[in-house]
């Protein structure tokens, strides 16, 4: 029996890796990942693929009987509106178009927590995306993850963790909601597993979150605490941190924040909730069992 196709965009990933190692035990698939550049080290026990997804003459013949695509590429950080939607929103018009061209059976989209039109520019592109899957494409799931942690430091939750360990001092927001939903990255990787293998959802758009909510400085004085650290947390206003984004997009000056992270912390998603699961894992529990202070 020949194995069905599956396509992943944004294999490369930390998170999708872990999706391909519960998915490769079943050996009942073929996998196809693509990348917009080939590095040397990337796993060999699937095949990948080299392309632009953002240029639309292209044509994409690996496409042909494929039976389930997984979109997961994205870019999360951009300082304008034009970068994210010609990268997120750009790639899925292109997938949709040959989906519905090769008459792909399942297109499942890993979309964002914050996926909503006053989320900040990255939140537009996906809330964008995700209507352009429902109003393009038959048999479609969204999946939403919350803010992932636990696979690299630069991530914001486990750069956040770095920092809380070696400093004394932490600036935090004020006046932001508890929005916050750390999932450890694995536990997230399950829960797309079994959303598409599994539960074979569809039509759906499915909300995976982490046990706990926090808005930034509870999430800072949590990780403090279970560092056994003791730290200052320094407020900073919110009309401090508007003022900031106003003048970066005005002035074009790129000083390591991205003004939509701002809008994002302050706009969250009114349809989060969190995941009551004892399956997950606490942050906590992570930061007793992964840090070394």
Known sequence: MAKKKIIISGATSAIMN??????????????????????????????????DLTITNNDYPFIKDT??????????????????????????????YYANKFQ?????????????ETCGDY??????????????????????????YGYSEKAPIDSLIKKVSTKQIISSPIGDPYSLTPLY?????????????????????????????????S???????????????LPVPKIILFNLKYLIKISGIKVGIYPDQIVRLYNPNKDISVIENNKLIYLSEYIKQHIII
């Open 185 to 217: 990255y694995l536990d997230a990787a399950r829960l797309i597993f079994d959303s598409i293998f599994v539960d074979k959802l569809s039509k759906t758009i499915k909300f995976i979150t982490g046990p706990q909510a926090f808005n930034y400085k």
């Open 219 to 233: 999430l800072v004085s949590e990780i403090a605490k279970n560092l056994n650290r003791k730290i200052f947390v």
């Open 123 to 148: 939140g537009l592109s996906k809330f964008l995306s995700e209507n352009y899957i429902k109003t393009n494409f038959t048999n479609w799931l969204i999946i939403r993850p919350s803010q992932l």
């Open 18 to 51: 872990a999706v391909i190692d519960l998915i490769q035990p079943k050996n009942e698939y073929h996998i196809i990942g693509i990348t917009t550049k080939l590095q040397k080290g990337q796993r060999t026990d699937i095949e990948w693929v080299e392309c």
């Open 67 to 96: 039976d389930t695509i997984i979109h997961a590429a994205a870019i999360s950080k951009a300082y304008t509106l034009k970068e994210y939607l010609n990268i997120n929103l750009q790639s899925t018009k292109t997938l949709i």
């Open 104 to 116: 792909v059976n399942n297109f499942i989209y890993i979309s964002s927590i914050v996926a909503c």
